[in-house]
């Protein structure tokens, strides 16, 4: 038997009921003869009150000192676990992200990891306890500085630890049972999915998939450490996304899906550039305005432009919380690029279709477009990648959209209905 790393989210560690009943499931993994190396999240929804604490203190908190507030979340839980688990007569020690040994640049609020020395977890583990690291928190290097890594950063540190120690699996404990064909809150009748590709699973996480973070995802595929993302609260074989369907899986060979599921993000805004003159350099420099601020972008289209004026729309989506800082970049250059006006639109949703089986199997895009059109969705935007299909639509469609196209491509399930034990799909 080889060693875990399990994660527990905050809605599994919400309450000392809840402590008490992981700490019951990290000492059954012992029992079987695992070493446990546990990742736990703040206690409910902790993080978010701190947050509001230190906004009612000070308008626009961030940088270090937010840092080290925010990490006091993690710190709570991983103590109060550490004594549920010697309650139960089995040696427990907590750790604090920097001393398990991660290592971060010195990006306050979303630093990135750049190493894992865990030195001090392969002591305690072969000194025979159960490890508790605090999620989603390093050190920097250069300046020694407590950071965080953006929120629901504890998935990446427990898969960063798992790819450091060498762990057989990263188990994913959260309140849903696994990763579903759609979001379970949205689709009822949702399946679960036993194995999905690090390929598919990327796509859905970057598409609005909340159940598993796209830079945890993309940090398993790096050093192909397979995840199981499984429910705290049911116990129940959960989804397994790696390279290959795992052994685990046992003599039933799981075939790659055509379409793996439905995923869909209503975080997002559209501004369309109105008038822009249909020459060389324009696009280029409205990208520039928005790259220099550092705004990440996720669709662009743009139209022909129309033979009488020569002019063109460019529309493109960002993350609503960007959208104030994109427009005021882009009205600083309005003159200089010659556009005419700007459109702002936040009441819009994504909805993408994914799945590798899309590559070989034509008619996918029709049917999906049928699909909406059957529903009476319109479409605003339209992107695609090899394994992917995204529209943009009306926000208030979303729902109607996200359920029609489950069922176009025979996704509901005749079973029973996906259970969501709790939280808000974190
Ligand atoms: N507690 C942090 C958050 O709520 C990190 C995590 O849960 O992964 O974002
Ligand atoms: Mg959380």
């Given at each position: 038997m080889g060693l875990v790393v399990q994660k527990y989210g905050g809605s599994s560690v919400a309450d000392a009921e809840g402590i008490k009943r992981v700490a019951k499931r990290i000492v059954d993994a012992k029992r079987n003869g695992h070493q446990v190396v546990v990742v736990v999240s703040a206690m409910g929804d902790t993080t978010d009150e701190l947050i509001d604490l230190a906004e009612q203190v000070s308008p626009i908190p961030a940088g270090r000192e937010f840092d080290m507030l925010l990490t006091a979340g993690e710190r709570i839980s991983m103590a109060l676990l550490a004594?549920?688990?010697?309650?139960?007569?089995?040696?427990?020690?907590?750790?604090?992200?920097?001393?398990?040994?991660?290592?971060?640049?010195?990006?306050?609020?979303?630093?990135?990891?750049?190493?894992?020395?865990?030195?001090?977890?392969?002591?305690?583990?072969?000194?025979?306890?159960?490890?508790?690291?605090?999620?989603f928190q390093g050190v920097s290097q250069d300046k020694k500085d407590i950071t965080t890594l953006g929120r629901g950063g504890s998935d990446t540190t427990a898969v960063a630890l798992a790819a450091a120690l060498d762990a057989e699996v990263c188990e994913i404990y959260t309140d849903v049972d696994g990763v579903f064909t759609a979001d379970p809150r949205v689709v009822k009748k949702a399946r679960k999915i036993d194995w999905i590709s690090f390929e598919d699973m990327l796509e859905l996480a970057s598409s609005g998939s909340k159940v598993l973070l796209h830079r945890c995802v993309e940090y398993a595929r790096r050093y192909n450490i397979p995840i199981h993302v499984r429910s705290s609260f049911s116990g129940l074989r959960g989804t397994w996304v790696s390279n290959e369907p795992h052994a685990e899986q046992g003599a039933r060979k799981v075939e790659q899906a055509i379409i793996s599921g439905v995923a869909h993000d209503t975080s997002e805004a559209k501004i369309t550039v109105v008038g822009v003159p249909d020459k060389p350099g324009e696009a280029a420099a409205i990208f520039r305005a928005i790259a220099d601020n550092e705004i990440n972008l996720d669709m662009v289209v743009q139209n022909v432009s129309a033979a009488s004026t020569g002019l063109t729309d460019i529309s493109f989506t960002l993350p609503k919380t960007e959208g104030r800082k994109a427009i005021d970049a882009l009205e600083k250059t309005k003159s200089a690029i010659g556009f005419e006006s700007l459109r702002y639109d936040d009441q819009i949703a994504k909805i993408s279709l994914v799945g590798a089986g899309m590559k070989t199997n034509p008619g996918v895009t029709a049917s999906f477009f049928e699909a909406l059109s059957d529903a009476g969705v319109n479409i605003e935007l339209i992107s695609t990648s090899e394994i992917r299909i995204s529209v943009v639509t009306r926000a208030d469609d979303v729902k109607e959209a996200v359920r029609a196209v489950h069922t176009a491509f025979g996704l509901d399930s005749d079973s029973a209905e996906a259970v969501v034990y709790g939280g808000t799909g974190r």
């Open positions: 004594m549920a688990i010697k309650n139960l007569g089995h040696e427990a020690q907590s750790f604090t992200g920097s001393q398990a040994g991660v290592i971060t640049d010195s990006v306050h609020n979303k630093a990135r990891i750049i190493d894992v020395t865990p030195g001090r977890i392969r002591t305690a583990l072969d000194e025979g306890n159960i490890a508790i690291v605090a999620g």
